[in-house]
């Protein structure tokens, strides 16, 4: 009999119980240790449902997490590299605290029995609860070793582990699903002065500023959809590149984390940034590249949404400026369009900080096996084209062609964050360790329950320190 059942058969007999009886003391020792239970039943959830073949995507190149090699013959202790996504393994990933398993297999992404700056990423046979393989998927897109500072960070050799650090967008993953993976071509025709119109309601895209105000334009204004004589044009490419608004130098600008029902805006073109880097599908599509959104004309307006086949929201056209679209589009009033630019206020954008880090270490890569193996990496990195979020002040930051500078807050679209109190640099050394002492390593690693309101993975020791600082910013 199951425990909650017994609970309630118990709870009957007691109550059932004749007025003038008294229960034994047996009986009332038993209801007693049951009712103890009671709260522990009543919290206990079922597992939250894993997300299954998914694609883990670095926000800094779009490339994705894989085994290297072929799929079929990975085994404990196959390297885990950054590949183009159509050539990625995928992972079983969720939300939360656990595991991260390739998909259709029992080996778990795992950071070694010393996680540290630069250290290599390997899969191994999974053994749940041990502390390498145990990471944490937070609101704000990274993946983190639970109850560590490290995190999983695209630096410039690729995939490693790195201090997690507020402001690093090396350390933004997205979890797509492996289905909605447009591939752009290379190359591509460039059209310039195009009215960009969708195909559901022949509203083109443009800055919500009339042309009387074409002066004001300026980071941040939302891109709408309106009646085409109104419109401004484009200049959009088959290839992936970036859409700018003619005669400027805005972008059209998805914002730091682009996902379903994200807002559109223009934005100082960075040629490469993630969230400005399209490209025209063969099926009248215009996706972003290496992502799984799409613009996509909703019934609340334009917007971004995941790529879906046979989704006529995501149907736009292209056509030289000043020619007519649709008689239709006469039809819909600039007016009526307006009440969708409040809806896509410029003042909830992500800000666009420039940030510059530099790394220097020599580290010998953890392994599994008695033998180990040295890595040397120098390298330098300047984000001022692909970070979205603001440095904490314990990190040195370059504004010299930074969007927004700020020193006390970090616009993320979550308000969980990882701070990390030292400078992006340092030095870490890996001792190997035999095989043998893979699965015992988590005895010595205590993982309490984290908080839900903090959901950042917090260190256990002194030697381990991760603040946690909240801030909260709009991302379209």
Known sequence: MRMDE?????????????????????????????????????????????????????????????????????????????????????????????????????LALDAGTSPGDFGALKVWQSYPGLYQQTWFLTGDQRIAIFNGNQCLDEGSSGIQTYQCTTGNTNQIFAVLPSLFVPTPPTTGTRYNNQLIYAGR??????????????????????????????????????????????????????????GNNGGLKVWTSYPGLYQQTWYLTTDNRIAITGGDQCLDEGTNGLQTYQCTTGNTNQIFYHKAGGSSVSASSSSQSTSSTSSRTSSVSSSSTSSHVSSSTSKSASSSITSHASSSTSKSASSSKSSSITSHVSSSTSKPVSSSSSHASSSSSTPHSSSTSHVSSSSHASSTSHASSSSSSHASASSSKSSPVMSSSTKAPASSSSSKSVASSSSSSSTM
């Open 6 to 106: 017994k609970l309630h058969s118990t709870l009957l007999d007691f109550f059932s119980l004749p007025k003038t009886s008294s229960p034994s003391p047996g009986h009332l020792l038993t209801m007693l240790a049951l009712l103890a239970l009671i709260p522990l039943l009543a919290a206990a959830s079922p597992i939250q449902k894993r997300g299954s073949g998914q694609l883990i995507q670095a926000n800094r190149d779009g490339l994705c997490l894989s085994v290297q090699g072929d799929f079929k013959s990975a085994t404990s202790g196959t390297p885990v590299v950054s590949v183009p996504c159509a050539d990625a393994s995928l992972w079983d990933i969720y939300p939360g605290q656990g595991s991260i398993i390739m998909t259709g297999t029992n």
């Open 201 to 258: 309601d022949n509203l083109c895209l443009t800055p919500a500023v009339p042309f009387s105000a074409k002066s004001s334009i300026s980071d941040g204004v939302p891109v709408i959809s309106a009646d085409c004589s109104t419109a401004y044009t484009w200049d959009i490419s088959e290839g992936s590149s970036s859409v700018i608004l003619s005669g400027t130098n805005f972008a059209l600008d998805a914002g730091s984390y682009p």
